[in-house]
């Protein structure tokens, strides 16, 4: 069966700061019509790893690329391709929606007209019509976490780095947005998603890859995370997990 190149790649990336290892040896090849769920505890350098994608960072070892662009030297071309959304959405609390949404769009010089329909058919399935209209300052944060999300897919890009897209939403926001990603990959993107939710994770992942202290713990399906584990298939995926950060755990 053919395998479509790789949309985004990691080569043994790695990144010091003086003499604490934040990341080491992280590969990785992420394929059109894949998500991929980042997982690990707080400090083991997921957010390292996307600021190192995003070209925020320079690695100390290794390279990521994406689209066949270096992201450390072709940072800015690289960026232009891609959405991103952070675990803590921040705007111009003075703007509506709509207004943030017309800002970004012209930073990124793309053309609105062509873009309507698909930006209004994403409006209407997270539901955030009549929230364009207000202020983002007084945003709660699941319109936060939306509004982000609408930013981070307007331009229609190939590649998502999400970072915490569901993380404090009410279950019925979290599964629109879930429904959202799972569909956009179908059409040929590949997400990334960096997340503590394990249920999440189960829900949608079609490959879960675990850091621990810098270093990969698992990469693999749910079924092949189970089995690095030495847990049954029945297994939650949060039991998995934590036996992989288990201290005993001799897992390479």
Request: charged share 25%; with cysteine; glycine share 8%.
């Amino acid at each position: 069966m053919h395998v479509p190149a790789a949309i985004l790649t990691l080569d043994r990336l790695g990144k010091d700061f003086g003499t604490k290892t934040a990341l080491d040896d992280l590969s990785l090849a992420l394929h059109p019509g894949e998500v991929v769920c980042l997982l690990g505890p707080n400090g083991a350098g997921k957010t390292t790893a996307m600021r190192l994608m995003l070209g925020l960072l320079r690695p100390t070892r290794g390279r990521a690329t994406a689209f066949g662009l270096d992201c450390t030297s072709d940072a800015e071309r690289v960026k232009a391709c891609l959405g991103y959304t952070q675990d803590e959405p921040v705007f111009y609390d003075f703007l509506t929606g709509r207004e943030t949404l017309d800002f970004v769009l012209n930073v990124r010089k793309v053309e609105r007209g062509p873009l309507e329909p698909w930006i209004e058919e994403l409006v209407r399935v997270l539901d955030f019509s009549a929230d364009l209209a207000n202020t983002t300052g007084g945003y709660s944060l699941g319109m936060r976490k939306k509004l982000a999300l609408l930013l981070a897919l307007a331009h229609r890009p190939k590649l998502l780095l999400l970072d915490e897209p569901t993380n404090g939403l009410d279950p019925p926001t979290a599964a629109a947005i879930r429904e959202v990603l799972r569909t956009y990959a179908a059409s040929g993107a590949a997400v990334l998603v960096a997340t503590h939710l394990l249920d999440m994770a189960d829900r949608l992942a079609d490959r879960i890859l675990i850091i621990n202290r810098g270093a990969l713990v698992a990469l693999g399906t749910r079924s092949e995370v189970r089995t690095i584990a030495g847990v049954t298939e029945n297994t939650s995926l949060e039991d998995a997990f934590l036996r992989l950060m288990s201290p005993s755990n001799k897992t390479p």
